[in-house]
């Protein structure tokens, strides 16, 4: 296992994974870190194993993953070690039983003795059920740990694995890894960068019960919202209609239709500095909408007559000067030349080359497959998850 060396200038994270069924994201909180090259080690309560293993931490971190007071028989003080190491703790998640511990000082454990014996400043991201979290105990624990210093962030609101739709979940591991980063004085990669990032699909409506839409879910452009807030920058989304959650710590601008995205992008375009142009917007509209229902007997449907929609990447590419536009090509096949084409004839800076017809890089898959496309060439990325690829586009287009 790898330790920390004098040569070692990277801030060091006590990251203490608690006993909750959101342990799974803490791995991910682990590698948006590292990306942001800050050095990781995991402290895990016992019952965090049960949802988490110590096998999984060591491999993503190479480092000793720390559970029993006794188990590290080179260190027999080994909360006051980790406690010294760490330039700053962070808890995540962390549940209602260890804030409590926390608050009243209550040390019968590694993760429980660490963190009472750490100089080092510490975030909290809290975890549990809606009415853990309302009540009236936790709500003083709570109250106790911000009067000593604590930092918070989150909880948010949405699925719990109760069943409930309520406040408790977890903070997005993005917006977990933005504060870390900023209690660290760390400068961000976007840092005075203001991104504008269109995402979803539209809807072109031909009566107010039927539309022209697509199987866009949106979740590439959030990824790029989220990961462009963690690296620091001001955020605009410009979000189709979509059922997937909108990050936290971004403007967002719902907007149904292609009209309606474009003097969104258009009014947001204004300050920005970069725009991705993300979304899956509908090439054609009805050039009539009926404001009623249309019915089979008045008048037949097997005939609606389009008009092309508002060309957003071509109009924000002709008013970009010298900031950075980048498109999205998604295409199921002749993928390289139909992005090539794209490319010349919208006139942004570069294009985002989707194959959709791959199951694993489709509409709604939490996984893409791209091409990095330029006037200088074509780069092949490997498969990446839509949080990796958010990284690893963002960095391209700040070069």
Avoid at 53 to 67: I, S
Avoid at 173 to 181: N, Q, S, W
Wanted: charged residues 25%.
């Amino acid at each position: 296992m790898s330790e920390r060396t004098a040569s070692d200038e990277r801030p060091t994270v006590l990251l203490c994974v608690t006993g909750c069924i959101a342990a799974y994201k803490s791995c991910e909180i682990v590698r948006l870190l590292q990306k942001r090259d800050v050095r990781v080690k995991v402290l895990m309560s016992e019952h965090a194993t049960k949802f988490v293993g110590p096998t999984t931490f060591r491999a993503l971190t190479h480092e000793k993953v720390a559970v029993g007071l006794f188990d590290d028989p080179e260190d027999p003080i080994h909360h006051i070690s980790l406690a010294q190491e760490a330039d700053l703790v962070l808890v995540a998640p962390a549940t209602a039983n260890v804030i409590a511990k926390m608050a009243t000082g209550i040390a019968d454990d590694l993760l429980s003795t660490t963190l009472l014996a750490t100089p080092a400043p510490i975030l909290v991201a809290p975890a549990m059920n809606a009415g853990m979290w309302r009540a009236a105990a936790t709500r003083e624990n709570m109250e106790t740990l911000h009067r000593r210093g604590v930092a918070v962030v989150g909880p948010g609101s949405g699925y719990l694995a109760c069943g409930d739709v309520d406040e408790g979940r977890l903070a997005d591991p993005d917006e977990i890894v933005a504060r870390t980063l900023e209690m660290l004085g760390r400068t961000s990669a976007l840092a005075g960068e203001r991104v504008l990032i269109t995402a979803g699909p539209t809807y072109e409506p031909i009566d107010p019960v039927r539309f022209i839409g697509n199987r866009s879910s949106g979740k590439m452009g959030i990824a790029l919202a989220a990961a462009a807030h963690a690296e620091g920058a001001e955020v605009t989304l410009v979000l189709g209609p979509t059922a997937e959650p909108a990050p936290s710590g971004v403007t967002v601008v719902r907007v149904e239709t292609a009209a309606e995205m474009r003097d969104a992008a258009v009014s947001a375009f204004a300050d920005a500095t970069i725009a991705i142009c993300a979304a899956a917007v509908a090439d054609y509209r009805p050039l009539m909408v009926s404001d009623h229902k249309l019915k089979k007997s008045e008048q037949p449907l097997n005939v609606i007559e389009l008009t092309e929609t508002e060309d957003i990447l071509a109009t924000l590419s002709a008013e970009k000067g010298a900031r950075r536009v980048i498109g999205f090509a998604a295409e199921t096949d002749r993928l390289l030349e139909h992005a090539c084409a794209k490319l010349a004839a919208k006139g942004c800076d570069a294009i985002v080359a989707n194959d959709v017809s791959r199951a694993d890089s489709t509409f709604g898959s939490d996984t893409n497959k791209v091409w990095w496309v330029t006037a200088g060439g074509t780069e092949e990325l490997p498969l990446l998850s839509k949080r990796e690829l958010a990284y690893e586009i963002l960095h391209r287009a700040v070069r």
